[in-house]
């Protein structure tokens, strides 16, 4: 019996072993080099490392590195795509890998590509890529058209390797290099690469276009530089190095782990300091000017962005691109050219969803009618560079006159001086970002003037005489069919549809957001089969607009007409910040009333903060970020829009939260949509009861009763429950109540939301010192609370909170309660006025 026992035990020790060194012993994966004379057809049947991930990108290697470690990023070359995945790039990217397996599918380790051959010639599935007997790399699409080829031919290359740096190296007998991808860099920097004297890096044009935009940095002898393409070029970014003619080695800018070195003709490279490496980094030139560092991260299985390498003075609306082209940059908010005294609007926005890429002129500017050429002035306004073109022109008139001479000229700006002969004056021949100033923070004094042109005239052109009078017989003939075919379509569409004329003045106003029809709704919302939320304005559902999800809301209670709905749409279209949720469009049709709105994944504050659904605490950090974000938003309506508004509805059901936790405010301007008709005067009260300001009592409403009701806000979130929750035992079922007594009694850590333990046991007299803003923002006399933007200052830490408060709490809310509170909607409005109904 012993042996055999003994027999078995031995063989199962042994099965251990095998099994715990099966995945070291087993074979490494390791093609980093290829031969010459091979040829390899992008398609995903005969490349062996493809991978599609659910992004909707997806690679196709050609040349795989092992991961140093047993898995973890490492370098490959081959064909990539990014969504929809329609056109490949032959590029070298960095995949996760498994040294066993291959290349892995993480959830947001999808390939960064780091270098490509053919940015702005895409090449389609069944393309070839050639390594050829003479060493020549070739890029081929399917139908044989040469796209690219490294040039390489005849210098006795003997193969292809992708190196542990990422680069794609073409190599000899003697392993020297004859071609790299390194010498050739697009928009992407590695550890170790460096960028040669004369060398660029070129941005794409967009986060899913890989083609150059305008944006290059390069190295000068004299230092970095970046600029935008334009002639002459315009620079925004440059780090300068000392010139020294004794030294001979040209000047070269280093990444490497930890810093950005400059190497000039001293001694000593002049070094941009970075984060030091904790795992795999490479380095953009990003669309929008940046250049920026990013890192993956083992822990969070994602890349982050660590560093904003460059920077530029005043602040960040100096990029050149911050607001795309004629757009101002005011603050990190992006618009359009308007001039202030008229309604008249020369420029439009490329994107209306998209302010910050930019506008373009309703008219575009024609060298042949330089006389209806104008200038608009915008005072305040200043422009990233000055290095270029000073004009010999020392006076505003001056200034302008040259600007109007030369066609090329699209904008100069002013500076003043002292007096009035020695301003400055630069010239641009194309217009990127502009950025409004604060004259007292700056100290100059700056204005804009924007080349615009007037509505094309409609004098002849001058064509000889016979050509007129036959074009003159063609036209009039061609007129009057336009006339009779215009008129009978008019009459029968007269007759079809009565509302279409209506209709068809609002179509084209510029900045309105796009009006969508009702059957377009009713098929992007599966007809209106997922309902978000509900509320006293209507139900809210969720769609799909193309590749974008939206939430459409339909309101219920609209009473207006057609143009009053039209107007306030434009109004709150109007409106963009980025804590304020975004009007996307809207139907009107019939008696069809509905919004379009952004949609937000994370729903609404009030999931995160009662604890009813199972999520984790919010941490600390992540509580003050919506803080300051709902203090934003509010402060926009309040004190920054056009139109000041006041919301009178802030509760965490009208906070939504987008997938990284920004807090944005929903429902905004939406009283004034439905009580437009009703009165000027606030005859009904409305809100939700727990939120109520006292002064609602008193009918004395101003935009006050917003911060009362962020107070309250600020309240739940620090304490993690409801204002008003009769789950409680009787004495707490107000937290108001409670805040009264723990504020007169110093004992205002009882209530700290107990679930955090990241607030009980870190930051205690942060979350108190929270608890004192709510406080003051709660006063009873609504002249006390601070304005919204004392509030922003002080969770910026600029400005600290009254001191003698007066913790008396009143509130309005206590006659108001006992209606049902619980499940209040995700996307929720007011409840109708006919529950909330006060004097008449
Ligand atoms: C390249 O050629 C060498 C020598 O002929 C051979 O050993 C090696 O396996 C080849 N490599 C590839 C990737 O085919
Ligand atoms: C690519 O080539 C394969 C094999 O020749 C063929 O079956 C496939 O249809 C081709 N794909 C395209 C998109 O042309
Ligand atoms: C070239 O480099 C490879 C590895 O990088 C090495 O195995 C090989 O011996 C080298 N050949 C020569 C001629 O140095
Ligand atoms: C990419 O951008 C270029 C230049 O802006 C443009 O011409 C091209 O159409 C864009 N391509 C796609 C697929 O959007
Ligand atoms: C540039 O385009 C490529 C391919 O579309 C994309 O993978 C990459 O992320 C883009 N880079 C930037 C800076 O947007
Ligand atoms: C210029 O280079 C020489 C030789 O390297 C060095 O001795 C000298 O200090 C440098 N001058 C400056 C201003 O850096
Ligand atoms: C700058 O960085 C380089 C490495 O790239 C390092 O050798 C050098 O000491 C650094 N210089 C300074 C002044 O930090
Ligand atoms: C970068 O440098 C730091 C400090 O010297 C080191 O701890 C880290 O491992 C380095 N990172 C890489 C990727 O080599
Ligand atoms: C704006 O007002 C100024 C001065 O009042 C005037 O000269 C200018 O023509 C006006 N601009 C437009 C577009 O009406
Ligand atoms: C600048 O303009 C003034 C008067 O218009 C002229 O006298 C002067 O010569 C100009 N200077 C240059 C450098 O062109
Ligand atoms: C016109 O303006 C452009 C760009 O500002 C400049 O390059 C050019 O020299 C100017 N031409 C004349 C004749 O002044
Ligand atoms: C800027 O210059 C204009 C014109 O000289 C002047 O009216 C205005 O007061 C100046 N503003 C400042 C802040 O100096």
């Known amino acids: 019996m012993l042996p055999a026992n003994l027999f078995f035990f031995v063989v199962v020790v042994f099965i251990a072993l095998a099994t715990i060194a099966l995945p070291i012993s087993a074979e490494r994966f390791d093609y980093p080099t290829a031969n010459l004379s091979t040829r390899w057809v992008n398609n995903a049947a005969t490349l062996q490392h493809s991978v599609s991930y659910s992004d909707g990108s997806a690679v196709r290697a050609i040349v795989l590195r092992s991961p140093e470690t047993f898995y973890g990023p490492s370098f490959a070359a081959g064909f990539f795509c990014a969504p929809p995945c329609r056109v490949f790039l032959f590029a070298v990217f960095i995949v996760q890998t498994n040294s066993g397996a291959g290349i892995t599918l993480t959830e947001n380790g999808m390939a960064q590509v780091v270098w490509a051959a053919n940015r702005d010639l895409p090449v389609r599935e069944n393309a070839t890529l050639e390594l050829t007997f003479n060493g020549n790399l070739v890029l081929r699409d399917a139908d044989g058209t040469l796209v690219w080829s490294s040039s390489s031919s005849g210098q006795s290359v003997a193969g292809m390797e992708i190196n542990d740096l990422g680069n794609l190296v073409l190599f000899d007998q003697r392993n020297a290099t004859v071609w790299q991808s390194f010498d050739h860099p697009t928009d992407t920097l590695l550890p170790g690469q460096s960028l040669m004297d004369g060398m660029a890096l070129r941005a794409n044009s967009s986060l899913t276009n890989s083609t150059e935009n305008q944006v290059y940095m390069t190295v000068r002898p004299d230092g970095l530089f970046a600029y935008v393409e334009s002639t002459p070029p315009q620079l925004y970014y440059s780090h300068p190095v000392s010139m020294n003619k004794s030294r001979k080695d040209p000047t070269k800018v280093t990444f490497t782990n930890g810093s950005l070195s400059i190497f000039g003709q001293s001694t000593q490279p002049s070094n941009i300091s970075l984060p030091l490496a904790k795992s795999a980094q490479y380095m953009r030139l990003e669309f929008d000017g940046h250049l920026r560092l990013y890192e993956w991260s083992n822990s969070e299985g994602k890349?982050?962005?660590?560093?904003?390498?460059?920077?530029?003075?005043?602040?960040?609306?100096?990029?050149?691109?911050?607001?795309?082209?004629?757009?101002?940059?005011?603050?990190?908010?992006?618009?359009?050219?308007?001039?202030?005294?008229?309604?008249?609007?020369?420029?439009?926005?490329?994107?209306?969803?998209?302010?910050?890429?930019?506008?373009?002129?309703?008219?575009?500017?024609?060298?042949?009618?330089?006389?209806?050429?104008?200038?608009?002035?915008?005072?305040?306004?200043?422009?990233?560079?000055?290095?270029?073109?000073?004009?010999?022109?020392?006076?505003?008139?001056?200034?302008?006159?040259?600007?109007?001479?030369?066609?090329?000229?699209?904008?100069?700006?002013?500076?003043?001086?002292?007096?009035?002969?020695?301003?400055?004056?630069?010239?641009?021949?194309?217009?990127?970002?502009?950025?409004?100033?604060?004259?007292?923070?700056?100290?100059?004094?700056?204005?804009?003037?924007?080349?615009?042109?007037?509505?094309?005239?409609?004098?002849?052109?001058?064509?000889?005489?016979?050509?007129?009078?036959?074009?003159?017989?063609?036209?009039?003939?061609?007129?009057?069919?336009?006339?009779?075919?215009?008129?009978?379509?008019?009459?029968?569409?007269?007759?079809?549809?009565?509302?279409?004329?209506?209709?068809?003045?609002?179509?084209?106003?510029?900045?309105?957001?796009?009006?969508?029809?009702?059957?377009?709704?009713?098929?992007?919302?599966?007809?209106?089969?997922?309902?978000?939320?509900?509320?006293?304005?209507?139900?809210?559902?969720?769609?799909?607009?193309?590749?974008?999800?939206?939430?459409?809301?339909?309101?219920?209670?609209?009473?207006?007409?057609?143009?009053?709905?039209?107007?306030?749409?434009?109004?709150?279209?109007?409106?963009?910040?980025?804590?304020?949720?975004?009007?996307?469009?809207?139907?009107?049709?019939?008696?069809?009333?509905?919004?379009?709105?952004?949609?937000?994944?994370?729903?609404?504050?009030?999931?995160?903060?009662?604890?009813?659904?199972?999520?984790?605490?919010?941490?600390?950090?992540?509580?003050?970020?919506?803080?300051?974000?709902?203090?934003?938003?509010?402060?926009?309506?309040?004190?920054?829009?056009?139109?000041?508004?006041?919301?009178?509805?802030?509760?965490?059901?009208?906070?939504?939260?987008?997938?990284?936790?920004?807090?944005?405010?929903?429902?905004?301007?939406?009283?004034?949509?439905?009580?437009?008709?009703?009165?000027?005067?606030?005859?009904?009260?409305?809100?939700?009861?727990?939120?109520?300001?006292?002064?609602?009592?008193?009918?004395?409403?101003?935009?006050?009763?917003?911060?009362?009701?962020?107070?309250?806000?600020?309240?739940?979130?620090?304490s993690g429950r409801k204002n008003i929750d009769i789950s409680q035992p009787e004495e707490s079922v107000q937290l108001i109540n409670l805040l009264r007594e723990k504020a007169q009694n110093n004992k205002l850590t009882d209530i700290i939301d107990k679930h955090s333990d990241d607030m009980v046991s870190h930051h205690e007299e942060e979350v108190i010192q929270m608890m004192k803003l709510a406080m003051w923002c709660l006063q009873n006399d609504s002249s006390r609370r601070p304005s919204m933007s004392m509030v922003v200052k002080v969770l910026e830490g600029a400005m600290s909170v009254e001191n003698c408060l007066d913790y008396s709490f009143f509130n309005a809310n206590s006659v108001m309660s006992g209606q049902d509170q619980d499940n209040p909607p995700a996307y929720s409005a007011p409840p109708p006025p006919s529950i909330l109904s006060g004097p008449r």
């Open 303 to 718: 890349w982050t962005m660590v560093s904003d390498v460059i920077k530029v003075v005043p602040d960040d609306c100096a990029f050149p691109m911050v607001c795309g082209k004629y757009g101002i940059c005011t603050g990190g908010q992006c618009s359009c050219p308007l001039q202030g005294n008229s309604s008249l609007s020369y420029f439009k926005p490329v994107d209306e969803r998209k302010a910050n890429l930019g506008c373009a002129p309703l008219t575009p500017i024609s060298c042949q009618e330089m006389q209806s050429h104008r200038l608009l002035l915008f005072a305040d306004v200043s422009y990233f560079d000055v290095s270029h073109t000073v004009l010999n022109a020392t006076n505003r008139d001056d200034c302008k006159q040259s600007c109007l001479k030369n066609c090329s000229c699209r904008a100069v700006m002013f500076r003043y001086g002292q007096n009035d002969s020695d301003g400055t004056c630069f010239s641009v021949s194309e217009v990127f970002s502009l950025q409004t100033i604060q004259p007292e923070a700056l100290h100059f004094n700056s204005t804009a003037y924007i080349k615009v042109q007037l509505s094309p005239s409609a004098s002849a052109s001058t064509e000889n005489k016979t050509k007129t009078i036959l074009g003159a017989t063609i036209s009039a003939i061609l007129i009057l069919l336009l006339v009779v075919t215009v008129v009978t379509a008019y009459c029968v569409r007269r007759r079809k549809y009565q509302e279409v004329d209506e209709e068809l003045d609002f179509e084209l106003l510029p900045g309105m957001p796009v009006r969508f029809s009702f059957e377009k709704l009713r098929e992007c919302t599966k007809d209106f089969s997922k309902k978000l939320g509900e509320g006293g304005f209507g139900s809210v559902f969720e769609g799909k607009i193309g590749e974008e999800r939206v939430a459409v809301k339909r309101l219920e209670s609209a009473k207006q007409g057609k143009k009053e709905f039209l107007a306030e749409v434009e109004t709150i279209g109007s409106i963009e910040h980025i804590n304020l949720v975004r009007l996307i469009g809207f139907c009107a049709e019939k008696s069809n009333r509905l919004l379009v709105y952004e949609y937000m994944p994370r729903g609404s504050l009030d999931r995160w903060i009662y604890y009813h659904h199972n999520n984790a605490p919010l941490d600390w950090h992540t509580r003050c970020r919506i803080i300051l974000d709902i203090a934003k938003g509010l402060c926009y309506l309040h004190e920054e829009c056009r139109r000041k508004i006041a919301h009178l509805d802030i509760k965490p059901q009208n906070i939504l939260l987008d997938e990284n936790f920004n807090a944005k405010l929903a429902d905004f301007g939406l009283s004034k949509l439905i009580d437009r008709d009703q009165s000027k005067v606030v005859t009904v009260m409305r809100g939700t009861p727990g939120y109520l300001a006292p002064e609602w009592l008193t009918s004395q409403i101003t935009e006050k009763v917003d911060i009362y009701s962020f107070g309250i806000v600020v309240m739940e979130i620090t």
